[in-house]
C-alpha cells in the first residue's frame, strides 16, 4: 500500500502565494519522478510541473516563472511553491509519484487550490 497525503491548499486572493506538500508513504521503495497536475472545472487534467529524481525539472507554460517544485527525497516528499496566483490557478490539484523498480503511477486525492479575483 502506498500513501499520499496532500496539504496546503485553500482560497488566497489574486497574487498570493500557496505551497502544497505531498508526503508518500508505505510501500514505496524508490521514486522517480514527483509532480503535480491539476484539473479545473470542465477541463481535462494537466501536468503543473514535475521533477525527476536526477533533478530535471518540466513546467507548464502557464506557470513558468510563478511556480516552483522542490522535493525532499529523504522524506519522499514534494511541494509546490506558488506565487502570484491567478484566478485561472482554481484547481484541484493532485500530486503524482513514479516509482522506479515496478513502474507504478501514484495520485494523491487532491486538494483545492482556489484564488479569488
Known amino acids: 500500500q502506498v500513501q499520499l497525503v496532500e496539504s496546503g491548499g485553500g482560497l488566497v486572493q489574486a497574487g498570493g502565494s500557496l505551497r502544497l506538500s505531498c508526503a508518500a508513504s508505505?510501500?514505496?521503495?524508490?521514486?522517480?519522478?514527483m509532480g503535480w497536475y491539476r484539473q479545473a472545472p470542465g477541463k481535462e487534467r494537466e501536468l503543473v510541473a514535475a521533477k525527476r529524481k536526477g533533478g530535471r525539472e518540466n513546467y507548464a507554460d502557464s506557470v513558468k516563472g510563478r511556480f516552483t517544485i522542490s522535493r525532499d527525497n529523504a522524506k519522499n516528499t514534494v511541494y509546490l511553491h506558488m506565487n502570484t496566483l491567478k484566478p485561472e490557478d482554481t484547481a484541484v490539484y493532485y500530486c503524482?509519484?513514479?516509482?522506479?523498480?515496478?513502474?507504478?503511477?501514484?495520485w494523491g486525492k487532491g486538494i483545492l487550490v482556489s484564488v479569488s479575483s
Open positions: 503524482k509519484v513514479e516509482e522506479s523498480i515496478l513502474g507504478m503511477d501514484y
Open positions: 508505505g510501500s514505496i521503495f524508490s521514486i522517480n519522478e
